[in-house]
């Protein structure tokens, strides 16, 4: 498999990073905030290459900290994760951007909302449920929610989650895989989850112009989804030629810098206006 080769041989490439020096959040400072109210949505734009036109939203936590400020989801996710809090904040974090949707479309925006979610939601058997809840208190459909879950956690519970995701699906509920090419998933691992929408990783996407092996997994990534009849992200577009490499290679949807940061829910009008006489055709 060919893609198995590149991811290889990109991996042997890539410098080390050494460890960023990052404050860790404790387990009781995590739930406090969960618990407290502190955790604020934040929404990136995901638009469409062809036309530019924004199609959705990806969801992202921030914390609101009285004394930090704010606080960036890698020092707490995975503290979150480790402590049996994340299911919690998913929830939370699913109640309220189904609610903003629900803000947008009285508004007259219809967007498609995707929300992060990690491997303790799948496994519990209510989630089904309670996503389905949720979206028919927000008023909305099943086909605007779109939950994302990465690659490489994908993998190393395929079973336990496979159960929920079908579920899921079964209710139309959009699954996406996010980061790919950062796990160790081979095409026929991928094959046997159902899922709507892949979302390249921002390593393979900014400079894919300029460098081969990134072209290459690029490449063979939109290839694999085209055979699967699945939609494309790139995520971290951050320039005019990355958003032009995409161009050229048919990416469906681009998310990233160079078209928005993620920016608070009230921001997004204001964003979208402009976005409209400078987007890039
Ligand atoms: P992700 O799902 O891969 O989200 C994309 C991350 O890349 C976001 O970082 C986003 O702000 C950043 N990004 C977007 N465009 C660009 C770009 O052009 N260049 C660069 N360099 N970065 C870009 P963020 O918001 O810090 O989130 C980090 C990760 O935390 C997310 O990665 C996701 O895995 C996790 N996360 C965020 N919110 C949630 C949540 O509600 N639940 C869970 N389980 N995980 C979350
Ligand atoms: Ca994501
Ligand atoms: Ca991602
Ligand atoms: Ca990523």
């Excluded at 895989?177 to 026929?188: C, E, F, R």
Aim: proline share 3%.
């Amino acid at each position: 498999e060919t893609i198995r080769a590149l991811l290889k041989r990109w991996r042997n490439m890539a410098p080390k990073t050494a460890g960023e020096a990052r404050k860790r959040y404790s387990a009781a400072q995590v739930r406090h905030a969960v618990a407290s109210g502190e955790l604020v949505n934040y929404y990136q734009p995901k638009v469409e290459v062809v036309s530019g036109a924004l199609k959705g939203v990806e969801t992202l936590v921030r914390w609101r900290h009285p004394d930090d400020g704010l606080v960036f989801p890698d020092q707490f996710i995975g503290v979150a994760e480790e402590h049996g809090i994340i299911d919690d904040l998913t929830r939370i974090v699913l109640t309220e951007a189904l609610a903003q949707a629900r803000r947008w479309r009285e508004a007259g925006l219809v967007l498609r909302i995707a929300v992060n979610v990690s491997m303790d939601n799948l496994a519990r058997l209510d989630f089904t449920n309670f996503v389905l809840g949720q979206i028919v208190r927000a008023g909305g459909a099943p086909d605007e929610l779109i939950l994302e879950v990465t690659e490489s956690r994908l993998m190393t519970d395929a079973l336990a989650s496979l159960d929920t995701l079908t579920r899921l699906r079964l209710k139309k509920i959009s699954l996406s895989i996010d980061d790919l090419g950062t796990g160790n998933s081979s095409l026929a691992q991928l094959r046997d989850i159902p899922f709507d929408e892949i979302k390249i990783d921002r390593s393979f996407v900014h400079g894919a112009c300029r460098d081969n092996t990134r072209n290459a997994i690029f490449t063979a990534s939109l290839a694999m989804a085209r055979q699967l009849g699945i939609v494309t992200v790139a995520e971290g577009v951050e320039d005019q030629a990355d958003w032009d490499f995409l161009r050229q290679q048919g990416c469906d949807l681009a998310q990233g810098y160079f078209i928005a940061r993620a920016m608070p829910a009230e921001d997004l009008p204001a964003w979208l206006a402009d976005w409209e006489t400078r987007r890039p055709l």
